[in-house]
């Protein structure tokens, strides 16, 4: 075989890389997926083809998982396998993030985004929930608790926003500078996200990296629209964290960059009778970083509170 040959084979290999790595990404978030047992469904809310995804048996307890802001379904798909043999598990992706996506016009504040949640579970035929959320995800549904006390079995606050922390994070005091840190609007931008949102940067393929990059700097006009709708009213949890009546765990990574750990005594002081759970070495998204050890103190509080969830055998 000829040098030229060889470098023309060569040549198409490399063009057909480049040209299947949007491909090469959606593959993978596929096959997480499937290993979750995900089962992706949607539904009309308000202006929004919501997109959630289910997992596990129908007639089980229903445990819905809320992701944070910029996030979507897939933070959840490492901590879903967990609990998919005990539980319904219901991820939506929120309005105006994920699949759902964004509608210009529509309003993001934190209340009209709890009447969507309602809304969605009475849709689903959902009287009650075990109700999860990480970030905004908490924030959300925190107040949703407190609203609808009688539609949540137990509240799970993983590093939740909601309150005024005592101590600035590095995002907070970038944030009182005009900053979002968490937008992604250049290619670099995304390397500094996963050092801000976890302890210990993951590695990620190129192709994936590059694919949720080019995604988020598509979508950075449009939620920084949406953050300035959720936060932009500072309707702080303070005054309302005593509707609470579920059990509750707050749990925290101790190295938050985002939202700090100091937030922890606000959340405790707000709802008393709250266990406080805290993983070291961790930064702030939990479920995805240390999924285990956030789901066995999850486990261990759901039985303390009369709802005992076993650990499945294996582990996708």
């Given at each position: 075989m000829n040098?030229?040959?060889?470098?023309?084979?060569?040549?198409?290999?490399?063009?057909?890389?480049?040209?299947?790595?949007?491909?090469?990404?959606?593959?993978?978030?596929?096959?997480?997926?499937?290993?979750?047992?995900?089962?992706?469904?949607?539904v009309d809310i308000?202006?929004?083809?919501?997109?959630?995804?289910?997992?596990?048996?129908?007639?089980?307890?229903?445990?819905?998982?809320?992701?944070?802001?910029?996030?979507?379904?897939?933070?959840?798909?490492?901590?879903?396998?967990?609990?998919?043999?005990?539980?319904?598990?219901?991820?939506?992706?929120l309005p105006g993030f994920g699949q759902t996506g964004y509608v210009a016009?529509?309003?993001?504040?934190?209340?009209?985004?709890?009447?969507?949640?309602?809304?969605?579970?009475?849709y689903l035929k959902v009287e009650r929930a075990h109700v999860v959320g990480n970030s905004m995800g908490g924030y959300i549904g925190a107040a949703f608790a407190a609203n609808h006390p009688e539609r949540v079995l137990s509240l799970g606050l993983f590093n939740a926003a909601g309150v005024d922390m005592p101590r600035k994070s590095p995002f907070y005091e970038a944030a009182l500078e005009g900053r979002n840190l968490l937008l992604v609007r250049e290619r670099d931008d995304f390397e500094r996200l996963l050092t801000l949102v976890y302890h210990k940067k993951p590695w990620l393929p190129g192709y994936l990296k590059q694919a949720?990059?080019?995604?988020?700097i598509k979508v950075a006009g449009d939620q920084d629209i949406i953050f300035q709708g959720v936060f932009g009213e500072r309707v702080w949890l303070d005054t309302h964290m005593q509707n609470i009546k579920a059990p509750t765990l707050i749990l925290w990574g101790d190295d938050d960059r985002v939202l700090d750990i100091s937030s922890v005594d606000l959340f405790k002081a707000g709802i008393p009778h709250a266990d406080v759970a805290i993983i070291p070495a961790c930064g702030h998204v939990p479920m995805l970083e240390k999924p285990r050890e956030t789901a066995k103190l999850y486990r261990d509080f759901l039985a303390r509170a009369g709802f005992p969830a076993t650990l499945p055998g294996e582990t996708p």
């Open positions: 040098d030229w040959l060889v470098l023309a084979i060569l040549a198409v290999i490399v063009i057909a890389a480049v040209y299947t790595r949007p491909r090469w990404a959606d593959a993978t978030i596929a096959l997480l997926r499937r290993l979750a047992g995900y089962e992706m469904r949607t308000d202006g929004f083809k919501v997109v959630y995804f289910e997992s596990g048996p129908q007639d089980a307890p229903a445990l819905l998982l809320l992701h944070g802001f910029g996030g979507d379904a897939d933070n959840w798909t490492f901590f879903t396998p967990l609990f998919n043999k005990q539980f319904r598990v219901i991820i939506p992706d016009g529509a309003d993001y504040a934190l209340y009209s985004q709890v009447g969507r949640l309602r809304e969605f579970m009475d949720i990059t080019a995604h988020s």
